[in-house]
């Protein structure tokens, strides 16, 4: 039973930006991978994730902008496609997010936006849930709030810097305080795979490069 919870509250982290706060506290740290949370007015912890990747801008979004991969990296996704292309850098995405048998599956359908910024050279990305746009299917809890951003940019030695900040109401009947217990695995699970994807590609395209030379 205590292994599930903890699963359960893996999971419902990652799912209100509207607190821009600066009081973050440091949760946990490995692998150039950081994990902060801050308090929301929901009650729900609010999560900021910085990291470094050995990966190119280009490279990074190829996997954030693919939704049908995500069932690769994002920690516990039963399912993900796109609903709908809106522009370039602009469409609606859902996804399935698999729970322990006790609990109900939670979907999401997100509209996300992105731009790069031309002044300081930064990759933005921002999400929010827009339930309405499908309908709701039978035993699956619906998320009705959900706020991410993404902040990206190459450095000058070819890295990446990446800034993720997200905060969610997951449904149910799960109270706050519960689920705020288990606020750090989920998210470091993800990064990390979503690093490990994006640095493999890079180091094939730098190889397939270097052959054709």
């Known amino acids: 039973m205590k292994k599930l919870l903890f699963l359960f509250l893996s999971i419902v982290v990652f799912l209100n930006l509207d607190a821009q706060t600066e009081n973050w506290n440091l949760v946990t740290a490995q692998d150039n991978i950081s994990v902060y949370t801050a308090d929301a007015p929901n009650g729900y912890k609010t999560v900021k994730i910085t990291a470094t990747a050995e990966a190119r801008l280009e490279t990074f979004l190829s996997y954030l902008n693919d939704v ?26 859902y996804t399935r997010t698999e729970m322990p048998g006790m609990f109900s599956d939670r979907d999401l359908v997100v509209h ?22 499908i309908p709701e299917e039978n035993g699956i809890v619906r998320i009705q709030h959900f706020d991410s951003k993404w902040e990206l940019k190459e450095t000058p030695n070819g890295n990446l810097t990446i800034n993720y900040i997200v905060s969610t109401d997951p449904g149910g009947s799960i109270p706050a305080w519960l689920v705020n217990m288990g606020i750090t695995y989920g998210p470091i699970e993800t990064m990390k795979n979503l690093i490990t994807l994006a640095e493999k590609k ?12």
């Open 68 to 93: 049908n991969s995500y069932q690769k990296w994002v920690y516990k996704c039963g399912e993900a496609h796109k609903v709908k292309s809106i522009e370039p850098g602009n469409f609606i995405y």
């Open 112 to 133: 996300s936006k992105q731009w790069l910024n031309q002044k300081d050279g930064i990759y933005h990305s921002e999400s929010t849930a827009c339930p309405r746009e």
């Open 202 to 213: 890079e180091v094939q395209y730098l190889t397939y490069n270097s052959q054709k030379r």
